[in-house]
């Protein structure tokens, strides 16, 4: 069983900048596992944000960023805004079809 | 403009069986890979299953054997034929179109199913 790790909460404070992890348990994150990161309100669709570890999708602000950081991928806030606060999910695609999602990092501005 | 219209939800009883559907437009389902993703009240996203464009399967093991994937071109619609229904299939299941690197990049409103 694949599992993804994410920070369950994470905290920034306006104008800030954080930086979520998504890890495996065993092995190192590489561009190799295309590792996406998608934000979700409550009540909503998730969004995308980052794929293929780097990309941002069209109309994505450029304050979001993603990377490889040592052995995991992440995703960079710059200048966090209020409306940043959300859910953020990345996904890691294991072959054969199958994805993966992290747990989901909470994230608070304040 | 590419979207995805999920019905077919509702309460069903542990045991029973129900089919999502999923109604794509502004693009072909058939020339793409296509995505179920759920998300359990208060939890977190899980991936379901996959389509691709020639029609070959992947599940998750959570679902493999209970859960069937298939679409209807002539429709441009996909289906999520899900039996054995149990309590922790509760959840609000979206279909979602892969993208470039294996990327979710459209989503639907997503459907909600409750076995209770």
């Known amino acids: 069983q694949t599992v993804v790790t994410q920070e369950p909460s994470f905290s920034v404070s306006p104008g800030g900048t954080v930086t979520l992890t998504c890890g495996l348990t065993s092995v190192s994150v590489s561009t190799s596992y295309f590792p996406s990161w998608y934000q979700q309100t409550p009540g909503q669709a998730p969004r995308t944000l980052i794929y293929n570890t780097n990309t941002r999708s069209s109309g994505v602000p450029d304050r979001f960023s993603g990377s490889i950081l040592g052995n995991k991928a992440a995703l960079t806030i710059t200048g966090a805004q209020a409306d940043d606060e959300s859910d953020y999910y990345c996904?890691?695609?294991?072959?054969?079809?199958?994805?993966?999602f992290g747990g989901g990092t909470k994230l608070t501005v304040l | 403009e590419v979207q995805l219209v999920e019905s077919g939800g509702g309460l069903i009883q542990p045991g029973g069986s129900l089919r999502l559907s999923c109604a794509a437009s502004g693009f072909t389902v058939n020339s793409n890979y296509m995505s179920w993703v759920r998300q359990a009240p208060g939890k977190g996203l899980e991936w379901v299953s996959v389509i691709y464009s020639g029609g070959t399967t992947y599940y998750a093991d959570s679902v493999k054997g209970r859960f069937t994937f298939s679409r209807d071109t002539s429709k441009n619609t996909l289906y999520l034929q899900m039996s054995s229904l149990r309590v922790e299939d509760t959840a609000v299941y979206y279909c979602?179109?892969?993208?470039?690197?294996?990327?979710?990049?459209?989503w639907g409103q997503g459907n909600l199913v409750t076995v209770s």
């Open positions: 979602a179109r892969i993208g470039s690197a294996w990327s979710f990049d459209y």
């Open positions: 996904v890691l695609y294991m072959g054969n079809g199958i994805s993966v």
